[in-house]
């Protein structure tokens, strides 16, 4: 549904620029019933040319492996099954969103569906549905376009890149994400940055101050540029708010820690940026925190800015 | 007698998640109907154990259309626990981000997922066709390219209030994350303004208010009629309403459920002919034909079950949620003249969603103008380690309800009854059927059709969401 809205003009549009055309999309086709389910079959049989599988959603096993949590409706056959079998002919298969990628929050706590992602299970990129050495017939693994929900840009634009070809594993990172946007981090970009340059913190929901000490914010190490494309126009998560909870990151529905508290040993946070030393890391910040400008502690604990920045006065004639 | 034949038909698109409907056909009209929701997600049982503020991380992302309406039952929840009521501009962002998903939802629904239908060859013969298919043919209509950008700029309030949409957690129990500044508030202006504009243009033909102030179905009727067919799309529809006698197909249960919604319409039920008030207390969920073994256990191997919907019953009896019934518990003249006529049916339904798309657009303008720049949007709020509170919401699609119990700091239980729940329950223990098993009945199936188109006008009527159904 967050695609409907690609680029401002919508799914269709976005992708017809890119010659690509949706063969059957369950939101958006006129099939229905038998008629979708002719398509479908084709497509299972290689009868018809599918350049991209798109699969939305965890695929459900249980229970017991029967996959009747999640019968392709009118076909009394679980969806793995159909997914299996479309997989089998596509081009390149392609999942869309944390659960088809990871499993995501079905997973979570005692994943009670026996959910698994497409071709990554879990925290490890371990196979899913799919196993570890598949590969559709473009040579490439799964394509995990993560995220709950992703942005609808890392679908347009990667199914885009498919279709100009060229694309190749280097394109992807050791999960499968596109690096076209794993490469960056959710922080990047940020429009908190002044708070957290100076670990001006929020304390509690609206605070303008930085998310990462209390309130949960996993932005730095989050893979993603939504602070630097945005969502929606004007937002992200951060500027909405609210913490970023790497929800492109495997495992991400589980992190062990409530998600809008942050985890801490000995008021350190657990999760700090993954590539810089700790010791370094709380150095800084300690010294950050002394330098930090009354303005820059005093708007960090108010949802409007209450202290505006200094103006040199103006120089003499 | 004629031979009873059966048709199995799935899977269905154009709705939100996934449906399988079985019908048994004879002299040419659905007998019975069984509606069977083939997917069960588990997260009831995700939820328990954790800490309570997940559940406005988790309960979202049941749906991806339906997240706001999830976010806002789960808030309120908390809210009730840990006894805290959000400052006006909580309450005024919070309902902005609620009724711009409703909106859009609406609007989705109209334009995507029930006109297309119109533009089926099956049609070719109607003078209508023509237009319907230029319009609303699927992935082409001239409506669709209009509409789906203009719901993608109306959706930029989503980006400025609630960070982005769908899964936000600018909802919370003490009121909104986002403060909204004077140069925004202008901004949320424009991005109305430019939605009214697409309304007015395309879908109404219009101004929104003379929408929102049809009052009679004879007042309705005029307006029809005052223009050629072509002249907006509601009135495209209810001409074509009209040819195919839709206010005579999928007539529902007749008895109808509200949680009410921005204190513009109440919450309360109507049965048989009476308005009264809603206690959550009278509902039970009827588990005899669902695949559950109890209220959060699976058993795919019950005997008898045919889906992995429960069936949510109001004092016992079957009730429809949605724009209609929204409206009929609020008394709208509108939808009460309708309702007299025909008893609830498929035109009735899309009548109402986009009466209602007209008056929320008009609400939302006067509530950007009441936001206070500077004053407080949210509140802390501390939960207790124990206690128990409920989130009854109204969902574009109707009356989504959160009960949240937390034990020791953890939630020791959730439990969520969505609005398609309600309408597209299976049979209970009285064998009575559901709202939707009870609309099909009737409804004409064509020599040789294997999809009958009938019976999606009657199913997409609902404005179904599956993947909230079996959540």
Not at chain 2, 42 to 60: K, S
Not at chain 2, 418 to 426: E, G, I, L, Q, V
Not at chain 2, 434 to 463: K, N
Request: glycine share 10%.
């Amino acid at each position: 549904m967050s695609a409907l809205a690609a680029d401002d003009v919508g799914l269709v549009r976005a992708l017809e620029r890119f010659g690509i055309r949706l063969l059957w999309h369950p939101s958006l086709s006129e099939e229905s019933g038998a008629e979708a389910l002719a398509i479908l079959t084709a497509a299972a049989e290689g009868r018809v040319r599918v350049d991209a599988l798109c699969v939305e959603g965890a695929i459900l096993t249980g229970p017991n492996g029967t996959g009747r949590f999640q019968l392709l409706s009118g076909t009394g056959t679980p969806v793995s099954r159909w997914v299996e079998r479309i997989a089998r002919h596509a081009h390149n298969v392609v999942a869309v969103g944390s659960c088809a990628a990871f499993g995501g929050i079905p997973m979570a706590g005692g994943n009670p569906t026996d959910a698994t992602g497409l071709q990554a299970g879990g925290l490890q990129h371990d196979g899913g549905l799919l196993p570890t050495e598949f590969r559709s017939r473009s040579g490439l693994p799964v394509i995990n376009i993560a995220g709950c929900a992703p942005h609808p840009g890392w679908l347009v634009e990667t199914l885009a890149d498919l279709a100009l070809g060229g694309f190749d594993a280097a394109r992807l990172d050791s999960l499968g994400r596109p690096r076209a946007f794993a490469d960056h981090l959710a922080h990047h970009g940020c429009s908190r940055n002044e708070f957290y340059e100076f670990k001006a913190s929020a304390a509690k929901p609206s605070d303008r101050g930085c998310l990462m000490e209390n309130l949960g914010c996993k932005a730095t190490q989050a893979p993603g540029d939504c602070n630097i494309r945005r969502w929606n126009g004007y937002g992200s998560c951060t500027d909405g708010g609210f913490a970023c909870i790497n929800c492109t990151t495997p495992g991400f529905q589980d992190s062990g820690a409530p998600f809008l508290e942050t985890a801490k040993i000995a008021g350190i946070p657990v999760g700090l940026p993954v590539d810089m030393p700790k010791a370094w890391f709380v150095a800084l910040a300690a010294l950050s925190k002394s330098a930090t400008p009354q303005r820059v502690r005093t708007n960090a604990h108010a949802d409007h800015v209450v202290v505006p920045p200094a103006r040199k006065p103006p120089k003499a004639p | 007698m004629t031979a009873t034949t059966r048709l199995i038909v799935g899977p269905f698109n154009r709705v939100e998640g996934d449906l399988e409907v079985t019908l048994d056909i004879a002299d040419g009209v659905v007998r019975e109907a069984r509606v069977t929701a083939p997917l069960y997600r588990g997260f009831e049982q995700i939820l328990a154990g954790r800490a309570p503020d997940d559940a406005l991380v988790i309960a979202p992302r049941i749906c991806g259309i339906c997240s706001v309406s999830q976010s806002m039952a789960a808030a309120r929840a908390l809210a009730q626990i840990a006894g805290v009521e959000p400052p006006p501009n909580g309450t005024l962002a919070a309902d902005l981000v609620l009724a711009c998903e409703n909106a859009a939802d609406h609007l989705t629904h109209f334009v995507l997922f029930f006109m297309p239908d119109f533009a089926r060859a099956a049609y070719a013969s109607r003078p209508w066709h023509k237009i319907a298919v230029e319009r609303f043919a699927a992935m082409e209509g001239t409506s669709q390219r209009t509409l789906l950008p203009a719901r993608a700029r109306f959706l930029h309030l989503m980006g400025l209030l609630a960070g982005k949409w769908p899964h936000s957690l600018a909802l919370q129990p003490g009121g909104t994350t986002k403060s909204v500044d004077p140069g925004e508030r202008v901004r949320l202006l424009s991005i109305l303004a430019d939605f009214r504009a697409a309304l007015e243009q395309v879908v109404f033909a219009d101004r929104l208010e003379t929408i929102a102030a049809l009052d009679s179905a004879a007042a309705l009727q005029a307006w029809t009629h005052a223009a050629p067919a072509e002249h907006g799309d509601l009135r495209l529809f209810l001409h074509i309403a009209e040819d195919l006698r839709l206010d005579r197909l999928g007539r529902g249960p007749g008895a109808f459920l509200s949680h009410g919604s921005f204190g513009l319409w109440p919450s309360g039920v109507v049965m048989d002919g009476e308005t009264r008030s809603h206690d959550p207390a009278e509902m039970t969920e009827d588990l005899t034909h669902a695949w559950m073994d109890g209220p959060t256990q699976p058993d795919a191997d019950k005997n008898g079950a045919y889906s992995w919907c429960k069936a949510p019953r109001l004092n016992g009896r079957v009730v429809e949620v949605g724009a209609l019934a929204r409206q009929m518990v609020a008394a709208d003249p509108l939808a009460r003249d309708l309702v007299a006529i025909s008893g609830g049916a498929v035109k009735d339904r899309v009548v109402m969603r986009l009466v209602e798309l007209a008056r929320l657009v008009i609400a939302m303008e006067g509530w950007v103008k009441q936001l206070r720049p500077g004053e407080p949007f949210c509140l802390e709020a501390p939960l207790p380690l124990r206690g128990s509170g409920n989130g009854l919401v109204e969902a574009a699609r109707g009356a989504l309800g959160h009960w949240m119990v937390v034990e020791s700091g953890l939630i020791q239980s959730y439990q969520i009854v969505a609005p398609t729940t309600w309408n597209f329950s299976p049979r209970d223990a009285d064998g009575i059927p559901g709202p939707l098993e009870q609309a099909l009945v009737g409804t004409p199936i064509l020599p040789g059709e294997t999809t009958p188109v009938a019976v999606q006008h009657v199913v997409r009527s609902f404005d179904p969401c599956m993947v909230c159904t079996v959540h």
